[in-house]
């Protein structure tokens, strides 16, 4: 393994550019996507890595037709110039007062039902606060591209996968059954689980695989699962809300999906006795001794949005986490 030289420092600041295209390739793993992002082309980027390679007398890359990855010197290097680079926006940062005026680009990933229930009225909020900050937000149901697609921030309901990420919890999700007032007037109510067979369930379909959703009940030690059946399935949690609200027949969905139709009475919560924790919604960054004071400022206001006993179950009667 090499060893990295006493005058790198004084190599990298005078390769700066072949330095640059290092670091993209690096974070992307493409040199196609690096030569997108600096606007030349990808031959140039090559061979901008290998001129900062020959100076720098390591490798700093093991190179494949069909892909690209980090050596060891490579890795140091990469951790060692990112830190080096977000020291220098922080240090920016304090000298201009960004962290009362947040400048630049920020990009987030989130599922469709609660960037729009929960997080674009934050970062509306964040947008009138911070005029000179960009905020760029795909909220879809698709599992992106982290790094190749540049995001600085995703919100995930679920487990992160990905050990190279940060994940930084900040509350269970809990999934609700749910009907109106008049369908349980006219067929009556589950009292256990196992009894909703017997009605017209309203499926949730994962648009990626087509698997449809199991509903999840919980009781003590006892777990119950169940695959619901009915004529109508959907891939979007707010066509399965308006559905319920026609009467279709019951549904389970997240709580901030069912939240304002509890709270005023359009539907009533069912087997909330049998209601588990719920998956763990986190939040997903590279790990970085330095983060961008837009990245701390939206960590910083997720966590007040998103504490451990959210806002809304609160709100709907459901009882703290833990007491169920």
């Not at 990905?162 to 749910?178: E, G, I, N, Q, W």
Request: glycine fraction near 6%.
């Amino acid at each position: 393994m090499g060893h990295v030289k006493s005058n790198t420092d004084s190599t990298l600041v005078e390769h700066f550019r072949e330095t640059m295209m290092f670091i993209h390739v690096a974070e992307s793993r493409s040199f196609t996507v690096a030569a997108q992002r600096l606007n030349v082309t990808p031959a140039g980027v090559s061979k901008g890595v290998s001129r900062l390679e020959t100076a720098l007398g390591l490798k700093l890359l093991n190179r494949s037709t069909r892909s690209v990855s980090l050596t060891d010197d490579g890795e140091r290097l990469m951790a060692r110039w990112r830190d080096i680079l977000l020291s220098v926006q922080a240090a920016e940062a304090e000298l201009s007062r960004c962290q009362e005026n947040l400048k630049g680009k920020l990009k987030i990933h989130a599922p469709v039902g609660l960037g729009r229930k929960i997080i674009m009225p934050l970062l509306l909020s964040m947008a009138r606060k911070y005029p000179d900050l960009v905020i760029n937000a795909d909220f879809s149901d698709r599992v992106p591209s982290f790094i190749e697609e540049g995001f600085d921030v995703a919100v995930k309901i679920g487990k992160v996968d990905d050990s190279r990420m940060v994940a930084k919890k900040l509350a269970h999700l809990r999934y609700v059954t749910c009907v109106t007032p008049d369908y349980i007037s006219r067929f009556g109510v589950p009292q256990t689980p196992m009894e909703i067979e017997r009605h017209n369930c309203i499926a949730y379909v994962q648009w990626q695989t087509g698997n449809i959703h199991k509903w999840v009940y919980q009781k003590g030690d006892e777990k119950y699962f169940f695959t619901p059946v009915g004529n109508i399935s959907v891939n979007h949690p707010e066509a399965i809300l308006d559905a319920v609200l026609a009467g279709a027949g019951i549904a389970c969905m997240a709580s901030f999906i069912a939240a304002a139709a509890v709270m005023d009475g359009r539907l009533e919560m069912i087997l909330t006795d049998w209601t588990p924790p719920g998956p763990e919604i986190q939040l997903m960054y590279q790990p970085s001794k330095f983060l961008s004071p837009r990245l701390k400022q939206f960590i910083h206001a997720m966590t007040e949005a998103i504490p451990p006993y959210l806002p809304w179950e609160r709100a709907m009667g459901l009882a703290p986490p833990g007491r169920i």
